[in-house]
Nanobody
């Protein structure tokens, strides 16, 4: 059974940090390109950061220099380290895995940045 389970969300103040994790199971993790997306209320889902199966990373302009994506193939896990959080980072964050025509999604973890 394929599963992507996100964790690490919560309520933080502006300028603080959070570390999101996505635990994968049921598929060969090392082959997959892993992406974090987010969706704020009333807005479209947007790409936040991606790490492909060769560890090449890409970021949305809005998070460059603040967020870092990484992966641990031995643990079937991908991490999103989020620093210097802003209120506009408030959203549900989703983990996504893609390889050829196989696409999997997690259920998301809520991140709220508010003073």
């Amino acid at each position: 059974q394929v599963q992507l389970v996100e964790s690490g969300g919560g309520l933080v103040q502006p300028g603080e940090s959070l570390k999101l994790a996505c635990a994968a199971s049921g598929f060969t993790f090392k082959y997959y390109h892993m992406t974090w997306y987010r969706q704020a209320p009333g807005k479209q889902r947007e790409l936040v950061a991606r790490i492909n199966n060769e560890n090449i990373t890409t970021y949305a302009d809005s998070v460059k220099g603040r967020f870092t994506i990484s992966r641990e193939n031995a643990k079937n896990k991908t991490i999103l380290q989020m620093n210097s959080l802003k209120p506009e980072d408030t959203a549900m964050y989703f983990c996504n895995a893609v390889w050829i025509n196989f696409v999997y999604w997690g259920r998301g973890t809520q991140v709220t940045v508010s003073s």
